[in-house]
């Protein structure tokens, strides 16, 4: 499928048709693809109503409403949803959550406009809003099928371009439009062997995610045992050899530590480097970060000396997402910091990582709320960074709770890039199943 596969055009049928690079062996001699309306597969967009409603997800029995954010692409979150407790709002509802259709943000930012996700089971007492709608199907129509249609990154651009509205923040789409959107499609029985390929896919990858989902909990669980809680100056679990070693104390993390902030540097004729300008745009890991695509400058002697990384420094972000940090392992040794960034160096013996995860297990806490100033951007400085309280553990006890966790995230990491795995394995399944972009004429 591509832009011209998926488009606004009103014709009954693109000719001529199509055929993908996989095919089933039933269906080889099939004829091939071809391009209807989406009005020939979807029968309606029904939206919901906009409702008064609480500040939490309904539980139990409750009535619930969804919140926009529900639907991103192509993952529906039946916990974004919000209580309905007045009786007359109650008695306004419409369109509950229905098994075996589509959701459509039809109104939302530009990036999210449009965005869509297969419905797996019905939820009798969750409701859909007016900003989104539900898409159903006509008879011999695999909505599976139409929703990795409108998921695809082709479809979701599609859906984007239909996208009108003077405001910046804020965009929508028209029922006609949609319906109008030209799909490449086989035969209903074509439509389901496809569908049901990729559910096993889906299966595998929501598996995968959960385990994810589950490892990432019990870090979090074991963490809070590992370390103090807010307001606590004791950790609840000590591994055995140090259950007798005597009580942790808490320090200014700027008494054991030099904190430097960056700066924006400027280029300069001799030595080359490598910048790290803003860790919050990079991939970072609890204990590395990846130094891919990062810009190439050129600093003076003065530069490289006060604004350089040593191996087991932490690099900690000033704004953007203040408070995230990671350890620099020293893989390249003429990389530099700047402009946004924080380098945290210890002058006293202390395991960096120990800093990382006492940062990630304040994250969300009101102690962690208070080492911010600014009312819209949120920022970190150094003055009230370096009051910071952080525990003084003895060094050996340090390395062990280090790698201890260091081997939980290793897990962490290794899982997620099998789940990132199954995700790429999905879209190159996709161009195989789908008719090849080169095919199609607009």
């Not at 591509?2 to 693109?14: D, L, P």
């Not at 029995?61 to 916990?79: D, M, R, Y």
């Not at 204990?287 to 000396?305: G, I």
């Amino acid at each position: 499928m591509s832009n011209k596969s998926i488009t606004t055009a009103t014709k009954e049928e693109a000719e001529p048709a199509l055929v993908p690079r996989l095919r089933f062996p039933k269906f080889r001699k099939a004829e091939g693809w071809k391009g209807v309306p989406l009005s020939k597969l979807v029968s309606t967009l029904d939206a919901g109503v906009s409702v008064n409603s609480g500040d939490r997800p309904a539980t139990g029995n409750e009535l619930g409403i969804l919140k926009t954010s529900a639907v991103t692409n192509g993952v529906f979150e039946p916990q974004e949803n919000k209580v309905v407790f007045d009786e007359v709002e109650r008695g306004r509802v419409r369109e509950p959550v229905q098994g075996g259709t589509i959701i459509i943000s039809r109104m939302n930012t530009p990036a999210l406009v449009g965005a869509n996700a297969y419905i797996e089971t019905s939820l009798g007492n969750i409701y859909l809003p007016d900003r989104l709608w539900a898409a159903k199907s006509k008879p011999g129509t695999s909505m599976r099928f139409v929703a990795a249609i409108l998921g695809s990154d082709k479809g979701r651009a599609a859906l984007s371009k239909l996208a009108k509205g003077s405001s910046g923040s804020m965009k929508n789409i028209t029922k006609s439009d949609v319906l109008a959107l030209l799909i490449v499609a086989p035969s209903p029985a074509e439509q389901q062997k496809v569908a049901d390929c990729l559910s096993l896919v889906d299966k595998l990858m929501a598996a995968q995610a959960r385990k994810v989902a589950a490892l990432k909990t019990h870090k979090k669980g074991l963490m809070q045992q590992l370390l103090p809680r807010e307001g606590e100056t004791q950790p609840r679990l000590r591994f055995l050899e140090f259950q007798n070693a005597g009580e942790w104390e808490e320090v200014a993390l700027g008494d054991i530590a030099e904190i430097k902030l960056g700066k924006m540097l400027d280029k300069q004729k001799h030595t080359t480097g490598l910048i790290l300008p803003y860790l919050n745009n990079l991939a970072v890991r609890w204990d590395e970060v990846n130094t891919s695509d990062l810009p190439k400058m050129y600093f003076n002697d003065r530069e490289l000396d006060r604004f350089g990384l040593r191996a087991g420094d932490v690099v900690v972000c000033e704004g953007g997402e203040p408070g995230r940090a990671a350890v620099w392992d020293g893989r390249l040794p003429d990389l530099k910091f700047q402009k946004a960034i924080h380098r945290v160096r210890f002058n006293v013996p202390f395991e960096p990582k120990i800093l990382v995860l006492h940062l990630e297990n304040l994250a969300g806490t009101t102690e962690f709320e208070m080492l911010f100033t600014g009312g819209g951007i949120k920022h970190l400085t150094g003055e009230t960074f370096s009051r910071l309280k952080i525990p003084l553990i003895p060094h050996a006890e340090q390395q062990r709770i280090a790698k201890c966790l260091s081997t939980l995230n290793a897990l962490i990491i290794a899982e997620t890039q099998k789940h990132q795995a199954l995700k790429t394995h999905k879209k190159g399944l996709m161009q195989q199943l789908f008719p090849s972009p080169e095919a199609v004429e607009a």
